[in-house]
């Protein structure tokens, strides 16, 4: 056979399993946005099938054969680029799904489809014990995993290099301890400022049907494609890409915090502009997706931080909130309610935290997980010491552990080594926006006047198009010419609390 | 192996081919409710991943093998009737796809496609002779198919038997004959009777949100299962069938004409209700679906005609709908209401006409494919035909082939064979009303107290719970003791008719 004739089939074979996870996408998105209750079960019947089908596809003979194939030296050379890249992905994909055991892969994922369900409860009942033996089989999972991937330095590297290829825990030790040093000394100060902002207005009622209205517009104004994309209402809000031409939003309203709704749909929007704008060629391919977790995340927070949390921003959308929720805000100065959207005061709840606190929650997770799987701690100790650690750098301590140590849903799905990508996202978000503002010094007055299209360009130019062409330290390098550096961040934070709380 | 073994592993076998229709049914779904435009190029090549898959399953050798093995006459005794009967369908669909070279069969298949897209723009230009050479096409590959598939008697009954098995051209000959010599008659008595309906207040404006709350109510009281489906909106209203224990309707609101929305939402949810009330241990199984497309017309008719345009049940809820909509009821006495929802008048399109003059659009494309399959007309006859048969039997004559000819999709899906079903539904609706009675004495009063839930149960009792396990004329048999009978049919529009125009 040719080249050429393999390439083709192994582009066809992965065009299928994309074709596949695609039918699984829609499958999700409908569960979550309407789907008829009495139908769930079997659905996940048909969810267990077309998922051992692709995971089947992406350990099977065939595919060992066209990585072997591929990968020869003669043969690679005749590749296009984008096949190398894609090979490796498949490559990688196969290797490690490979090195498990099929009889452990099958147990564990029972075990964590079980676990998800036990933490439920148990995170209602603030029932730690209840979870314990579940979480303590997926540690030792994880460890046994780490065992026949094999790694390189600190064991966790090799869970980091899953969400975040290329990752460490040399570099996160460095940026996370230089960022935390600079954080908790200013949520002290900001605790001790007299000049806090007043925030009582943002909790009026504020209507389901008015919030929906305006945060349309907003989404149009941010560039979101409406004719790739929709968006719908659920419990917990998410971006969901079916292909890259159809990438869906969801949000949820409180009627008495309309923040919720606005500046979820901000994040969530930043995330789908990543998909949407992923280029078209790669379509049908693997690579059509967001590059990594962080740099997903450094799409949603600059959208939400850095464009939705602006005052900029502000300058162009407040008179229309205004219009839309005279009541609540047509006595409220815009400096006010800038200052009162961006009010920072330490929290127990993740998914609630402010800008400058959130990235210490993520550091609390990142330090027990980087401890449990180089067993430093066993899963019996988690309470008290993140109870301990919330202490140290939050300065509060929960009540119960469903408010701590059982919140995130993370640890029953078995993800170790996510945590991490949320504080990085932050960090590349403020490397960008340094590195916009050489192209668009004018940043602030085009999104004072509502212009946001150039900073979608530039993010799609930069970083969408790639897909998982670019690596996370790749496209970092390619765009500011440095490796991650959290001094843009926390300069940013900086000035930007500085000025809210008038620090000294 | 054991017995035991292959049933079993042919069991998981249909399981995973009835997963991905799950997929295929709800990708249909949300491409017809509402995906983001863009998206729809993609999904087409996951929509033909996923049916070649099934298509491959169907006729594969895996397929074969436990077809052969399991009607083995030692091993067949041993299956539970279920699985006999799932063997017997899936060696029907085997049978019937193997028989086709797969060459011809791929080639047939784009050629629909493209026919598809060419008569939507031949039906707007009233353009017969841009779609003619692709029906030409189509009718000589149905000729070709029948010969590799054989036929008993007329070659028309093989693509019958496709869609409602046992049926044949002897059969419908008869009835439609019977039938046409009773309506083509009453057709021209009410032409001239003196006793027509008022009909102008049916085409107030009647406001969306308002129809859809009482369509809403109107599902409810017709023991719709909202666990098990939902409502939405479309262009053209369906029913589709994700698993049995969701099934949903669509409807589409037309300000004008608050028919459209009532007397749709009605029908399809006849159909619903089938599909919600098959037996859950067929789930999983190609069995869990309408056993034949006049058995399933026959429980939507019932719920439109012999519910939805029934004097009893807007006794229960025309009150309600004057509530809804006083200004356009409030002053229209029931019985006026009654008469005017029921007013017929022979029409050109087939999804518009009334109760009585239905059965006259079906028999004229009817009687035009057993001619075409038999080589009796050609192609190029057809304009000239269908005029001639819409004026010899309605009186009425197209004029232009948009509005003739050209106005249904199936012939463009090479679906011929299905028409009658949609009269024979009508006549066995006709039936289970008739025996419906022997139980259900007090039908009218039930009806009148908004009281449906022993209508649905005796349905579901006697057709609904079998799925495919019963054929068409088997319930015919089982429930009224006799075949197809079209006398029922007759006596009821006799009455009604007769009723409504004071026919002598």
Sequence with gaps: ???KTIEKDFLDFVQKMTAYNEALALIYWDLRTGAPKKGVDQR??????????????????????YIQALTEEDTWNYLSLTTQKLVEDCQKEYDRNKKIPAEEYKDYTMLTTKAESVWEEAKEKSDFAMFQPYLEKIVDYNRKFIEYWGYEGNKYNTLLDIYEPGMTVEILDSVFGKLRNEIVPMVKKIAESKHKPEVDF???????????????????????????GRLDETVHPFEIT?????VRITTKYDENDFRTAVFGTIHECGHAIYEQNISKELMGTTLASGTSMGIHESQSLFFENFIGRSFSFWKSNYPELQKTAPEQFGNVKLEDYYR?????????????????TYPLHVMVRYEIEKALINNEIEVADLPKVWNEKYKEYLGIEPTNDGEGVLQDVHWAGGSFGYFPSYALGYMYAAQWKNAMLKDLPNYDELLAEGNVAPVKEWLSENIHQYGKLKKPLELLQDITGEGLNVDYLIRYLQEKYSDIYKLS
Tied chains: 1, 2.
């Design 1 to 3: 056979m040719t080249v």
């Design 44 to 65: 996940s019947v048909v969810i267990g099938q077309l998922s051992s089908e692709v995971f089947a596809m992406s350990v099977s003979g065939e595919m060992g054969y």
């Design 202 to 228: 943002l909790f009026n009622h504020f209507p389901k049907e008015q919030q929906k209205d305006f945060s349309l517009k907003i989404l149009e104004q941010l560039q979101y494609d409406f004719d790739a």
């Design 242 to 246: 079916i292909n890259a031409n159809d």
């Design 340 to 356: 009162a959207i961006n009010e920072s005061k330490p929290s127990l709840i993740r998914i609630e935290a402010d800008e400058l």
